[in-house]
């Protein structure tokens, strides 16, 4: 009899397979007909990523606990708009990364399914976690569109990347095997052996024929590195830092920290690499809005291997523990750019949910958009990234750190890059 285990890695190698095979379709394949999400089906479950985060007032009702027009409150909401085949009541589990807001004490996650609460989510450690709702395993949904909401209280958005819905309890994916495996593999005394997996790969700078402005990096791997999406009210001054893992000190990892304003990186975008030792540390006065943070490693060397060891780090805000043993990686490229005007990067070939941040020396300025390419465009970008930007001068230290949408078990992978020269 087959060992669970194997039969998960054996799904994860298919549908790598099938991602990877699924660009030499023609384009008319992706077009954007739906507002739902993204969906993997394995099995009798149906995962859905690439959620919609967006800061506002959700109206609820105190006595009932569903969402009403009695009152209302500010909150940080990650949207996830599902389709289901049949309505009935679905096992519920979620790819979060669990956060502490105070000692010991988690944020707090809201779970509402089209408009009626259900509770919070079971958080137990503060890192990704796959975890159902304190109490409840079931949520009931109707057949066609549905919308679940997971919302909490500034700074920090719920950093929610996967949703799981099965109507079978024994198809729940439980454990996430890839990143346990890449967490295990960057510890300092961990022994690394080269396999055959899909990142295990060697970028490779080309050139495009027939076109003297653009400029193309094959084989990039995909791998997920530390980032979150930050809201601030009003103004405040925050530090955020990183230290060691137990029983390793402060030059085992070499970290590198971006805090930037997501809608004015010209004026509010903060680096570090050099607080402790090789540990990093930004402190700043952020203005009110919305702002990304971004740790990578400083180096790229260990992103081809079998599970990318650049390092596992504790990460704190204002003093206090945020995350522990979360992983840094993330491959940089270095792009400079000579050409003005409209400047487009974006992946193609991936096996994996790539994401691209964008850099001018040292500052951070801009993410890419998976899954998207806006109307009046017609083509959806699957498991690939874009980012189209107009400039009026060159950029001669412009960098891409391509890393993975989120730590869910599919998206670790590779991508060919493109951006203009």
Not at 274 to 281: C, L, N, Q, R, T
Not at 392 to 399: E, S
């Amino acid at each position: 009899m087959i060992k669970k285990e194997v039969m998960r890695k054996i799904l994860f190698i298919l549908l790598s397979l099938m991602t990877c095979f699924s660009y030499g379709q023609n384009k008319e394949t992706f077009s954007v007909q739906s507002s739902a999400c993204p969906k993997q089906m394995i099995g009798n479950l149906t995962v859905f990523v690439n959620p919609v985060s967006s800061r506002g007032i959700v109206p609820y009702s105190v006595k009932s606990r569903s969402m009403s027009n009695e009152s209302s409150v500010a909150v940080l909401k990650t949207t996830f708009k599902v389709e289901v085949e049949q309505s009935g009541d679905y096992y519920l589990l979620a790819n979060t990364l669990s956060t502490y807001v105070q000692k010991d004490k988690f944020q707090k996650i809201s779970v509402y399914v089209n408009g009626m609460y259900q509770g919070k989510l079971n958080n137990t450690e503060a890192d990704w976690e796959i975890i159902g709702i304190k109490g409840k395993e079931k949520v009931s949904l109707n057949k066609g569109s549905n919308e679940i909401v997971f919302s909490s209280s500034a700074p920090f958005y719920p950093e929610i990347d996967a949703v799981q819905l099965t109507l079978d309890k024994s198809s729940l994916i439980t454990t996430n095997a890839p990143y346990n495996a890449c967490k295990a593999l960057a510890a300092k005394d961990a022994v690394t052996e080269k396999t055959k997996e899909s990142w295990e790969v060697t970028p490779i700078e080309g050139k495009i024929v027939g076109n003297a402005n653009a400029t193309v990096w094959q084989n990039v791997p995909t791998v997920y590195t530390y980032h979150r999406k930050i809201s601030v009210t009003s103004k405040e001054k925050m530090e955020i830092h990183t230290t060691p893992v137990e029983s390793e000190d402060y030059y085992d990892v070499d970290t590198y920290m971006y805090l930037y304003k997501i809608d004015d990186p010209y004026h509010y975008s903060w680096t570090n690499d050099d607080f402790i030792g090789y540990h990093s540390k930004i402190e700043a006065t952020l203005p009110a809005g919305e702002y990304y943070l971004v740790i990578r490693a400083k180096q790229s060397d260990y992103a081809s291997q079998y599970m990318p060891r650049q390092g596992l780090v504790n990460v704190y805000c204002n003093g206090a523990l945020l995350n522990e043993n979360v992983p840094i990686s993330g491959y940089l490229i270095d792009a400079p750019v000579r050409t003005t005007g409209i400047l487009n990067f974006f992946t193609n070939k991936t096996s994996a949910s790539s994401q691209l941040f964008l850099i001018d020396g040292d500052r951070m300025m801009y993410n890419s958009e998976p899954y998207t390419y806006y109307p009046p465009a017609d083509y959806g970008w699957l498991d690939g990234s874009r980012k189209k930007i107009t400039f009026r001068r060159g950029v001669p230290n412009w960098k891409v750190l391509v890393t993975t949408t989120s730590a869910w078990w599919i998206c670790f992978g590779k991508c060919d890059v493109y951006a203009p020269v």
